[in-house]
T-cell receptor
């Protein structure tokens, strides 16, 4: 079956612009996660959704970052007034259900964001 | 908060040989899950293996196996019969149970396979 997909694959933007990153989870997966990976580093958690509610937003680095999810499908991560330190790969993952033994997260290919 | 430590930034191994990647973690939880993910240059994170903390038996997936030492909070990955396609960054990750669903990652180990 189809895996997690993300778009765009790459995004170059100018400092101060807003960007939207999209994630399509695996069909039937109710949980969706966003992570950020800065160059040469591990992944940092940003936010996760169970259905369309977001029980944990603790990783969002500032109020310029927001995310939403429609039902149990597509999610959009929005970064407003981008800064150069926002440059990173943004990875999305999905799982059958958050928490417990079925919560194995499968990742998409990521969106590489470059802020000039 | 949980932490995950990978003390080997880089490792190399001859093709067909065996290599072990180290991972330690710190947690006060008793019920949790541990994972190894592989990230090749394509940047796609690929699940290699997972271990439930309540299971004493070490997980295995074909050439990949783990040595899970719960008391020592250690979770190493052994790759047998290394192949060129195993070259990648390997990340160890921790996930708690309900209420702590996010993955906490180590900083990664870059594995090079020498032909």
């Amino acid at each position: 079956g189809a895996g997690v997909s993300q778009s765009p694959s790459n995004k170059v933007t100018e400092k101060g612009k807003d960007v939207e990153l999209r994630c399509d989870p695996i069909s039937g997966h109710t949980a969706l996660y966003w992570y950020r990976q800065r160059l040469g580093q591990g992944l940092e958690f940003l936010i996760y959704f169970q259905g369309n509610s977001a029980p944990d937003k603790s990783g969002l680095p500032s109020d310029r970052f927001s995310a939403e999810r429609t039902g149990e499908s597509v999610s959009t991560l929005t970064i407003q007034r981008t800064q150069q330190e926002d440059s990173a790969v943004y990875l999305c993952a999905s799982s059958l259900k958050a928490g417990g033994p079925t919560d194995t997260q499968y990742f998409g290919p990521g969106t590489r964001l470059t802020v000039l | 908060a949980q932490t995950v430590t990978q003390s080997q930034p880089e490792m190399s191994v001859q093709e067909a040989e065996t290599v072990t990647l180290s991972c330690t973690y710190d947690t006060s939880e008793s019920d949790y899950y541990l994972f190894w993910y592989k990230q090749p240059p394509s940047r796609q994170m690929i699940l290699v293996i997972r271990q439930e903390a309540y299971k004493q038996q070490n997980a295995t997936e074909n050439r990949f196996s783990v040595n899970f030492q719960k008391a020592a909070k250690s979770f190493s990955l052994k790759i047998s019969d290394s192949q060129l396609g195993d070259a990648a960054m390997y990340f160890c990750a921790y996930r708690g149970n309900f209420g702590n669903e996010k993955l906490t990652f180590g900083t990664g180990t870059r594995l090079t396979i020498i032909p």
